[in-house]
T-cell receptor
Framework: GAVVSQHPSWVICKSGTSVKIECRSL??????MFWYRQFPKQSLMLMAT?????????EQGVEKDKFLINHASLTLSTLTVTSAHPEDSSFYIC??????FGRGAADTQYFGPGTRLTVL | AQKVTQAQTEISVVEKEDVTLDCVYETRDTTYYLFWYKQPPSGELVFLIR??????QNEISGRYSWNFQKSTSSFNFTITASQVVDSAVYFCALSEPYSGAGSYQLTFGKGTKLSVIP
């Protein structure tokens, strides 16, 4: 199936610093990528939809100036948590939509392994 | 609005037992996709199956099987002869075809935590 990588897998940072998370589709091109946040023992919460070459669409309540998303190529999207604070600590997961031209199922989101962010 | 309900929060079974995870969905669209994902303790969501709304055939893949019934808006998942490695949180999800802002977004259920006891 389609493979998505995410880096780093975990990061610890001081309050006030910025953290960048990368999401890559390794064996398919993804015009659309998604960023989620997951709290312990809860389901995934969609933060934003990222379309290659255009601005991301943020869900209600998600601060776009806080969570900067860039989707500069068909295989890479980045999420930057700016001026991180302890309340931003969470598990962040990206996904990429496979259009079905490769080995993945069409119109299916494949997920990265996630990034655990801890802000001290 | 779309909605996915997984009424079972947690299930425990003894190894080799069969277990069915329930999923009920709501949507106004006639065209949609249904998915199941597995999230083991490591955290990564693993894609298990995608079902098109026009295809009501049940599917079997090894010990896994899925029962899709549009009449009851259900997409249940059965694991036969469960194993310890099946222990994970399982999410059912629904997406609609591209409709402008929709862009195949997934609506997730709250997940069912399955514990398989040796």
């Amino acid at each position: 199936g389609a493979v998505v990588s995410q880096h780093p897998s975990w990061v610890i940072c001081k309050s006030g610093t910025s953290v960048k998370i990368e999401c890559r589709s390794l064996d398919f091109q993804a015009t659309t990528m998604f960023w989620y946040r997951q709290f312990p023992k809860q389901s995934l919460m969609l933060m934003a939809t990222s379309n290659e070459g255009s601005k991301a669409t943020y869900e209600q309540g998600v601060e776009k100036d806080k969570f900067l998303i860039n989707h500069a190529s068909l295989t890479l999207s980045t999420l930057t948590v700016t001026s991180a604070h302890p309340e931003d600590s969470s598990f962040y997961i990206c996904s990429a939509r496979d259009r079905g031209f490769g080995r993945g199922a069409a119109d299916t989101q494949y997920f990265g392994p996630g990034t655990r962010l801890t802000v001290l | 609005a779309q909605k996915v309900t997984q009424a079972q929060t947690e299930i425990s079974v003894v190894e080799k037992e069969d277990v069915t995870l329930d999923c009920v969905y709501e949507t106004r669209d006639t065209t949609y996709y249904l998915f199941w994902y597995k999230q083991p303790p490591s955290g990564e969501l693993v894609f298990l199956i995608r079902r098109n709304s026009f295809d009501e055939q049940n599917e079997i893949s090894g010990r896994y099987s899925w029962n899709f019934q549009k009449s009851t808006s259900s997409f249940n998942f059965t694991i036969t002869a469960s194993q310890v490695v099946d222990s994970a949180v399982y999410f059912c999800a629904l997406s609609e075809p591209y409709s402008g802002a929709g862009s195949y977004q997934l609506t997730f259920g709250k997940g069912t935590k399955l514990s398989v006891i040796p």
